[in-house]
């Protein structure tokens, strides 16, 4: 059952990439190992470029593909639920990143694929 469309993607697109710029701050991130913080802000101002660059409706500049954009946003669900291991983040650390994983996983695995015109 997919429901998430290219429009409905293209909306969550520029919340999701503020939020990861300010919600680290707002959490306190950063306890168990500082790149807990600088790793979402970072991936925040890529997400928003990415945004900005991406060929759908809210895209300013259209040069990169929509395809590519969920290629990159699986990417970053990867990153994101292995970064605890690998960076030993503890605590609220660990739990924003695989909750930001996982949620960025299913909104990934319930994109409608468009229909050819």
């Known amino acids: 059952m997919k429901f998430i469309t290219k429009r409905i993607h293209a909306f969550l697109d520029y919340p999701v990439a503020i939020a990861l710029m300010v919600l680290p701050f707002l959490l306190g991130l950063g306890d168990s190992n500082p790149l807990a913080l600088q790793l979402s802000v970072a991936t925040g101002i890529a997400a928003f470029i990415l945004t900005l660059l991406t060929d759908h409706h809210l895209g300013v500049f259209r040069v990169v593909s929509y395809k ?7 990417m970053v669900a990867i990153v994101f639920i292995l970064a605890p291991f690998v960076f030993s983040f503890e605590g609220i650390d660990a739990y924003y990143y695989w909750i930001n994983g996982i949620a960025v996983l299913v909104v990934v695995s319930l994109h409608k694929p468009e229909m050819a015109m």
């Open 68 to 74: 590519m954009h969920l290629i990159v946003d699986f």
